[in-house]
């Protein structure tokens, strides 16, 4: 039972390894693509920013207690 386990896995992991590594790809890459993935940074960029607004006096707390010096 344990040799049919590794088998189905072997070729599981055969069978990802081709999808994911082509030989060749016959695609282009849209003109819209890069206006979608520049649409992609910034609004990672803005949802980073109102994260940390958001959760700016917890940040300072914890960096605070991080960075603090001990008194002995």
């Not at 890459?29 to 206006?35: A, R, V």
């Not at 520049?38 to 605070?64: N, T």
């Amino acid at each position: 039972m344990n040799f049919f386990k590794s088998v189905i896995r072997m070729s599981m992991l055969a069978a990802a390894c081709c999808l994911l590594f082509p030989l060749r790809a016959y695609s282009y890459i849209d003109p819209g693509t890069g206006s979608y993935i520049f649409q992609i940074i910034i609004a990672a960029f803005v949802a980073l920013s109102f994260a940390v607004k958001v959760y700016w006096l917890k940040i300072k707390k914890f960096l605070g207690r991080l960075f603090a010096k001990k008194e002995k």
